[in-house]
């Protein structure tokens, strides 16, 4: 498996509280993604980063922060956490180099925002 | 805007009959089209890329920029096909971002 986990794996949060989810890898791949897996959605981007420092929105990127200092991590910030934020989180990692490589994907953060 | 459409949330299919997985994308330019498939309590994973003409597991996918579309096909379906299909795409140059399709969960039915 490539190295690629995430932290928590679930956590319970309440509604307004800031949450902030961890993603690190050990590939050091430039490009790293945040999406949002919910039922008839499939998976919808956050945000991602094509180096450090170097971050852009995805479709849902509304309520969400990211934050990229080193090569080997990406943190997801919810700023005042909602119900509708009550995702399973799925960070990737990917790597471009004449053509892109596999997207390896991290386990899965289950978030539940009461 | 790129967009990826798959137009079934839902598909099931007798072992032993042909599979379609239907992709539709938009991209204004030259996109790289992937399949990535997740097996239940397991990670999203690469299936296939067009770049790469290969055939995983007996899928196939074709690219047809004309009707801007990469189905997955595999002629005869087994039982282990059952997972959560997502066709993907990403430009073919840096600086790109990587965009899903909703998915389409495919059941075989022994």
């Known amino acids: 498996d490539a190295g690629i986990t995430q932290s928590p794996r679930h956590k319970v949060t309440e509604t307004g509280t800031p949450v902030t989810l961890r993603c690190h890898q050990t590939?050091?791949?430039?490009?790293m993604y945040w999406y949002r897996q919910d039922p008839g959605h499939g998976l919808r981007l956050i945000h991602y980063?094509?180096?450090?420092?170097?971050?852009d929105k995805g479709e849902v990127s509304d309520g969400y922060s990211v934050s990229r200092s080193k090569t080997e991590d990406f943190l997801l910030t919810l700023e005042s956490a909602t119900s509708s934020q009550t995702s399973v989180y799925f960070c990737?990692?990917?790597?471009?180099?004449?053509?892109?490589?596999?997207?390896?994907f991290g386990q899965g953060t289950r978030l539940t925002v009461v | 805007a790129q967009r990826v459409t798959q137009p079934e949330k839902l598909l099931s299919v007798f072992k032993g009959a042909p599979v379609e997985l239907k992709c539709n994308y938009s991209?204004?330019?030259?996109?790289?089209l992937f399949w990535y498939v997740q097996y239940s309590r397991q990670r999203l994973q690469l299936l296939l890329r067009h770049i790469s003409r290969e055939s995983i597991k007996g899928f196939t996918a074709d690219l047809n920029k004309g009707e801007t579309s990469f189905h997955l096909k595999k002629p005869f379906a087994q039982e282990e096909d059952s997972a959560m299909y997502y066709c993907a795409l990403s430009g073919n140059f840096g600086n790109e971002k990587l965009t899903f399709g909703t998915g389409t969960r495919l059941t075989i039915i022994p």
């Open positions: 991209y204004s330019g030259s996109p790289e």
């Open positions: 590939e050091n791949h430039r490009y």
């Open positions: 980063s094509y180096g450090v420092k170097d971050t």
């Open positions: 990737a990692i990917s790597d471009y180099d004449r053509g892109w490589t596999e997207a390896f």
